[in-house]
């Protein structure tokens, strides 16, 4: 470990920020300064073979011809339902292989359900379904079902309501906790520091077109093409959405490519846009996130970074 390391008082450094922020080049170079590695927090960028549409720029992570160590990234298939469960799970063993070996993670990415997951320490279990429960719970209105939901958990998440199965599924998981309460580990509280790099919004839309624009010169259409050609279904391309959303409608002749290019776009604009919402969710809820200009130059961010730690 860096010997300036020991006077640092956080246990992870996470750098977020929109898409096209310029976050990862930043991760790395600051994580270049510490000896550090960088764990994944982009919940796309889990997926192999999903490159370009994800922005897995693997040349932001190259500092002065030395590759920063990355995880997280690359590590399921196309196809499979990755969820933020897994994502805890897996982070937490990345994270304390690199304590034990005395290695300083800094954590890169602009899923801000990911990180919170992480910096707030998210309590989640896999709660396997209970059929009787299920049984007793359908004989049930939804008024009272609601009512039984309500008794156990502040509503906060009005998807849970949506209808019968999902009111159902959440009473399943709130007695599944409560009865197994002592049972599960805590997720380790980590003093985190977070920064965020932001740009004003008319310079986040350019880099969001011009990226967008050299994404698909250097052939983000062939790699859905060849997705759908080793079988992964459209449907499953479109859930995960914006770049493979938009090119497998226009790959299937529901858009024209001008038409898709149109719309993939605004598509990513508004993605910034509730990326942001999410961070000021964030702060609101009390997690203080340090923002830089995303105009300094990359010497002066990383300064600024290293100050903060």
């Not at 939901?149 to 998981?173: P, Q």
Request: net charge positive; charged share 30%.
């Amino acid at each position: 470990m860096n010997p300036g390391l020991k006077t640092l008082k956080y246990d992870i450094l996470v750098i977020t920020g929109p898409t096209a922020s310029g976050k990862t080049s930043l991760a790395a170079a600051v994580a270049m300064k510490l000896g550090g590695e960088i764990i994944n927090a982009d919940s796309r960028q889990v997926y192999r073979d999903m490159n370009l549409g994800t922005g897995k720029d693997y040349d932001d992570y190259v500092v002065d011809g030395y590759c920063v160590p990355f995880h997280l990234i690359d590590i399921v298939d196309p196809g499979y339902k990755y969820n933020v469960f897994e994502y805890q799970s897996d982070f937490i063993k990345v994270y304390n292989d690199l304590r034990k070996r005395q290695i300083f993670p800094v954590v890169c990415g602009g899923s801000g359900m990911y990180i919170d997951s992480i910096v707030s320490g998210y309590r989640m279990f896999k709660v396997p379904p209970d059929p009787i429960l299920r049984t007793e719970l359908e004989k049930k209105s939804m008024n009272e079902l609601t009512g039984l939901l309500s008794s156990l958990k502040k509503l906060h998440n009005k998807t849970d309501l949506d209808s019968k199965k999902r009111v159902i599924r959440a009473i399943e998981i709130e007695k599944y906790h409560a009865a197994r309460e002592k049972q599960h580990p805590q997720f380790p509280e980590l003093n985190s520091l977070v920064a965020g790099v932001m740009s004003d919004r008319e310079t986040r839309r350019r880099r969001i077109s011009e990226r967008l624009k050299q994404r698909l010169e250097a052939g983000m259409v062939d790699e859905v093409r060849e997705l759908l050609d080793k079988g992964i279904k459209p449907d499953v391309l479109i859930y995960y959405g914006l770049e493979y959303k938009y090119i497998t409608l226009y790959l299937n002749g529901k858009l024209t490519y001008n038409d898709m290019v149109r719309d993939l776009e605004t598509a990513i604009h508004q993605f910034a846009k509730r990326q942001m919402t999410w961070f000021r969710g964030m702060e609101r809820r009390g997690m203080k996130i340090h923002w830089l200009d995303g105009e300094l130059s990359i010497g002066e961010k990383v300064r600024q970074v290293l100050g903060l730690l």
